[in-house]
């Protein structure tokens, strides 16, 4: 690996320079909140760039960054195991060469899909191997401009602290541009502790013996619906709006050059379109778990089955779907997730002035989507944008890597898949940022370089 990062000249040498607040303090050029596939992939990126102050933050402890060991509860990932991930195209930095390094070759071969933990593990090694540093524990509280820089109020181990920085970047994955989505329905009539989204940590051991309703039917819902059967529930009943199960997997057809590298290209009406088109897809099960839940005489499907009403009755949850009653001890929701930057206490006080995609396109009134119309209207770095131009300049250096992003730059951000295309062009325009802010001070340089690489009389030719 070493090899190869010097075979293609890494790390290149540091050029940003030395910015100073008004206290001395030396300023980090970019702060990555995030130390998931997305953030270390991102810190990768930029150290290959010559980018060096770098701080990569992450709320969780060593080693639980990201879902894969703690809300994820599928057995593997869902991806194609020869799908390349933060490696950005250096062969020995790549899933299967670290894979073939600890298993074999043989086990590679034989290996249909990666399993969740072990996909932990790689990240670790890779992190630990390039050389990203990870402070954990630690979570962002808010973003204020600040004089000529950004600063980051930070929940810290030692308690609290202030961060100044040039740029940061949220790489904070699914629910970093909102939260979870939770039917009102279910929010409004029972407890809170009588249901769990799938986003959340639930101590499986509460299901054992009970019978559990679960929500929703893609993905997510099939892994909700094998992990309460394995913990020992005494009925497992799924309820769909939908009477038919998702199938198709909109992320393979999206794994082009063209679409990744370009959609950020086309024309708001066509991004629109495009997303539109996009959300209204379901990610279908895995086989597996499919085939998991399906063969429980424990486990039952409902299709159209809508919410219709939910109560508690004595200790139990009455819901009404689809025209028929049901009685549950606990409901498991794999609702997904809602975007909307007001729910996100890191941009409290900025959410007046970044523009949404409301701001900024009108749809025809027959393809009105309110929920996509919520999502930020960001520039070509993933930056924030004005709602009102020239009233929030700072807005440039906060950019967003998380599902907020893909109206706006394209599924580059939110999965294995678009991570080669996505984080290349967050890097570039990361660092271009940084160069034309700074143009003046590379030109005083330029003009004053004196460095002597021809000396004649060192030759003996004076």
């Known amino acids: 690996m070493r090899r190869d990062l010097a075979s293609i000249e890494v790390p290149l040498r540091p050029w940003v320079p030395e910015r100073r607040m008004a206290s001395g303090e030396i300023l980090t050029d970019v702060v990555i909140v995030g130390a998931g596939l997305s953030g270390l992939a991102i810190a990768f990126g930029l150290m290959r760039q010559g980018v060096t102050r770098l701080r990569v933050l992450d709320a969780a402890p060593v080693g639980r960054e990201g879902p894969w060991v703690t809300s994820a509860r599928m057995r593997t990932l869902r991806s194609p195991k020869t799908l390349s991930g933060p490696d950005l195209g250096v062969p020995s930095l790549t899933y299967r060469a670290w894979h073939e390094a600890m298993f074999g070759a043989a086990d590679w071969d034989n290996l249909d899909k990666i399993d969740r933990c072990t996909w932990m593990d790689y990240l670790v090694w890779f992190r630990d191997v390039v050389g990203i540093t990870v402070s954990n524990d630690t979570r962002l509280c808010s973003i204020t401009p600040a004089d000529d820089h950004i600063a980051l109020t930070l929940e810290t181990p030692d308690g609290l602290a202030v961060l100044g920085c040039r740029k940061v970047v949220l790489a904070t994955g699914i629910e970093g541009a909102g939260g979870l989505h939770v039917p009102p329905l279910i929010a409004k009539s029972l407890p809170r502790e009588r249901w769990t ?12 013996g009970k019978s559990v309703g679960v929500i929703g039917a893609a993905a997510s819902s099939f892994d909700w619906a094998v992990a309460a059967l ?3 529930a005494a009925q497992v009943t799924m309820l769909a709006r939908s009477a038919a199960l998702p199938q198709t997997e909109i992320l393979d057809w999206s794994n082009f050059p063209g679409f990744l590298n370009h959609f950020a290209d086309l024309d708001d009406a066509l991004r629109y379109q495009f997303a539109r088109r996009m959300f209204a897809f379901k990610t279908p099960p ?17 299709g159209g089955a809508a919410l219709e009403s939910a109560a508690m009755d004595g200790d139990s949850i009455a819901l009404t779907a689809g025209g028929q009653s049901y009685r549950f001890d606990h409901l498991l929701l794999g609702t997904g997730y809602a975007v909307d930057i007001s729910q996100r206490r890191e941009l409290t006080g900025l959410i007046d002035s970044i523009a949404l995609w409301s701001d900024r396109f009108t749809p025809p009134a027959d393809s009105i989507d309110r929920d996509l119309l919520a999502y930020p209207y960001l520039g070509p770095a993933f930056e924030f944008t004005e709602k009102a131009p020239g009233t929030a300049p700072f807005l440039r ?18 999965g294995i898949t678009g991570l080669k295309s996505g984080v290349p062009k967050l890097v570039s325009g990361v660092t271009r940022g940084l160069f034309l802010a700074d143009a003046a001070l590379h030109y005083r340089s330029l003009d004053g370089y004196a460095k002597v690489h021809f000396d004649p009389a060192a030759a003996g030719l004076a």
């Open 197 to 208: 989204h799938s986003g959340e940590l639930l101590d499986l051991d509460r299901l054992t």
């Open 397 to 414: 250096d906060i950019h967003i890597f998380n599902n907020g992003a893909v109206p706006s730059l394209g599924p580059v951000c939110n």
């Open 230 to 232: 394995d913990a020992g």
């Open 286 to 302: 895995t086989m597996e778990m499919y085939t998991r839940a399906t063969a429980s005489p424990a486990f039952r499907f409902v």
